[in-house]
């Protein structure tokens, strides 16, 4: 639904993006992550045929950014940054607006205004001047916006900054639902919870190019190293020999608890836990040692600062 190969775009001397290449299929959601000036809003401002590129190509709904931009923008909802809402407009008329300038008629328009209000809690204020809006109402009229003609993809910049938790939770609830409907959606976030939470994959940008991209699982193990695991213990033990259990590798151990790294568990676990029940020590529980993707982007970009990724 949304791919791009070797998407490249230079203003004069300065490479904002250089040869990003990427796919999205249908019913899948890629979180972009990247520091501020990393290319992510160039990246975006050229799958939706804003910017052209300076190299490569990208393709949205099977429609090539270049040649076919009115199909693109047809194709697509964007929620940017800068909201761009008009001030003196009410939220119906607002909405009225987008929907004429998509082509939906005068009926399909009325019905999907007021689905949408209706959704995000913003029908008791339909009539006031999004002028008068929070910050959180604003988000959640953009994002309305986005989705008024039902687009095939969507392109989302921060969609849940400055709302309160609970309206966070329900954008993150109908980003689900709109992957469950085979859309295709790109998030550029700087909540790395969000992002692990909503995303199926995720590319990491550096200084407009990609370095790292995948599962999370993927990124963890290209980064981190093999899974850890830690096995807890409901009395004291003395542990010995384990360094001997073929494919475990020892982190660390306790009279209460024991860490360690193996590269296939759902071969290696079985057999270690075995082991240690056969020996007589008290296994409570066993679980992986979480890594959470704050830490993967953190080394990512250290490892990118120094030039080794």
Request: proline fraction near 4%.
């Amino acid at each position: 639904m949304i791919e791009c190969q070797d998407l490249t775009k230079h203003f004069g001397a300065f490479q904002a993006v250089e040869g990003v290449t990427l796919d999205v299929p249908e019913g899948r959601v890629l979180a972009l992550l990247g520091q501020n000036g990393a290319g992510k809003t160039t990246t975006v401002r050229m799958l939706t045929s804003i910017l052209a590129p300076t190299r490569g190509w990208a393709r949205v709904g099977g429609y090539d950014v270049v040649e076919h931009p009115n199909q693109v923008r047809a194709s697509v909802g964007v929620l940017t940054e800068m909201h761009g809402l008009y001030a003196r407009m009410t939220a119906n008329e607002y909405l009225d607006f987008f929907a004429k300038i998509y082509g939906l008629s005068a009926e399909t328009g009325k019905r999907r205004i007021t689905e949408l209000l209706e959704y995000f809690g913003l029908a008791q204020a339909a009539n006031r001047r999004t002028g008068e809006y929070s910050k959180g109402m604003r988000q959640k009229l953009a994002l309305a916006r986005a989705l008024i003609h039902e687009p095939l993809a969507l392109l989302l910049d921060e969609p849940t900054s400055a709302m309160d938790p609970e309206s966070a939770q329900l954008v993150r609830q109908e980003i689900s639902r709109l992957k469950s409907s085979r859309r295709s959606i790109i998030i550029c976030t700087h909540n790395l919870l969000e992002a692990e939470m909503l995303a199926d994959r995720i590319a990491i940008i550096y200084r407009g190019r990609i370095l790292l991209q995948g599962t999370l699982a993927e990124l963890r193990r290209q980064l981190l190293g093999k899974p850890e695991y830690e096995v807890t213990f409901s009395a004291p033990v003395h542990l010995t020999g384990l360094e001997a259990v073929p494919g475990v590798e020892v982190v660390s151990a306790s009279e209460r608890s024991l860490r360690y790294r193996v590269e296939s568990p759902d071969s290696v676990n079985p057999g270690l836990v075995r082991a240690l029940v056969s020996q007589g020590w008290p296994v409570c529980a066993v679980q992986a040692v979480p890594h959470s993707l704050e830490q993967i982007y953190l080394k990512a970009m250290a490892l990118a600062a120094r030039g080794k990724l």
